[in-house]
């Protein structure tokens, strides 16, 4: 079997978990801008850190950019020369940046022999990491490259991915949210579900006055789909919500003491967007 490895990109939140073990495994870092100063995801500014400058400013708008054509390239070049013949790149939902697609033009561009595979996960954060935890996984169970893309594709829609935001200033002044329209009179006012749709976009699901009862909503939402799951594993993220985490896994603990799942802050690059308070919950059916 060819020497393989999986870039992932930092929006999946990897670097708040331990796989420091995983040798395989390389991270390509986006870009926070904050009052002119450019940052590279969790190297210059973790997620404590970033929280704690929105605590401070609360009129603050971050932005993101993403890597540059040039540093994928320089990234597929680095690769080749450390000996991997393929290499299978997961990404953001194409529907929430346009890394996939930058990606896609930079692996046309390389000139080397390293073949190139890019993966849109349809997700953000841990539930896009975790889509590059089960490439990495099976390349270690020595899976064929192909057949690992195939799998990362039904797997990226096998999910339902829900999120309280506690205040929808950032997702709708950086353009994230579809269909924003019908939240801008209100958006101060309520404690949203949205969910990332089959397409990657984040949409509206449930409008709630209260952030108790948006999360109680929530376990009740994910617990209700999972009666007809077998196999699966959870995966969660909150900016800087610690307490409404905790109240989320508690809850789905109490019907499932066992259950498999991964936990991560939500990085900087993607809490340009979330702001301060947001909750998410999802769950992959694993039986694809």
Request: proline share 2%.
């Amino acid at each position: 079997m060819s020497k393989r490895a999986v870039i992932a990109t930092s929006t999946g939140c990897l670097d708040y978990l331990d796989l420091k073990h995983e040798k395989d495994l390389y991270i390509l870092r986006m870009k926070i801008i904050v009052n002119d100063e450019t940052y590279n995801d969790f190297i210059d500014i973790n997620a404590d850190t970033f929280y704690q400058m929105l605590q401070e400013d609360t009129k603050l708008v971050p932005s993101s950019s993403m890597p540059s054509i040039g540093e994928m390239l320089e990234m597929f070049e680095h690769l080749e020369h450390a000996g991997y013949e393929e290499v299978i790149m997961t990404t953001i939902s194409s529907q929430l940046s346009g890394t996939y697609q930058i990606a896609e033009m930079a692996k046309q561009q390389y000139n080397g022999a390293l073949k190139i595979y890019v993966v849109d996960t349809l997700n953000a954060a841990i539930s896009e990491g975790f889509i590059a935890i089960e490439a990495l996984r099976l390349l270690k169970e020595n899976v064929g490259t192909e057949e690992i893309v195939t799998y990362l594709h039904k797997l990226r829609t096998s999910r339902k991915q829900y999120f309280m935001v506690d205040n929808l200033r950032l997702l709708v002044a950086n353009g994230r949210l579809s269909g924003a329209s019908g939240f801008l009179g209100s958006m101060f006012k309520i404690k949203p579900i949205l969910i990332v749709n089959d397409e990657g976009k984040i949409v509206s699901y449930e409008k709630i006055r209260t952030q108790k009862k948006s999360l109680k909503r929530m376990v009740e939402l994910l617990l209700n789909d999972l009666k007809n799951v077998k196999n699966f594993v959870i995966t969660f993220d909150t900016s800087n919500n610690i307490e409404g985490i905790e109240y989320v896994k508690r809850e789905i603990e109490k019907v499932y003491p066992d259950y498999q799942y991964y936990e991560a802050p939500i990085t900087p690059v993607i809490g340009c967007h979330t702001g301060i308070g947001t909750v998410g919950v999802a769950y992959f059916d694993l039986d694809i």
